[in-house]
């Protein structure tokens, strides 16, 4: 009787891990794609500076597209 008790906490603590993982793995990759979004609208930011600083540079007028 002791033995099935201690077979079911062990399936019980191996369901736990795994369950764990999975929640880490999500974690992980959710943060993932915050920083690429982040990364992202920091390149859109500095893509407009450039080409800002490129039209006053040349004495050209800004246009809105």
């Known amino acids: 009787m002791l033995e099935q008790e201690l077979e079911n ?29 982040i990364r992202k609208s920091e390149n859109k930011v500095i893509d407009e500076m450039a080409i800002i600083n490129y039209f006053k540079k040349n004495g050209e007028l800004y246009e809105d597209r």
């Open 9 to 37: 906490i062990k399936e019980q603590l191996m369901n736990a891990t795994k369950e764990r993982k999975v929640l880490e793995n999500l974690k992980e990759k959710s943060y993932d794609e915050f920083l690429f979004e």
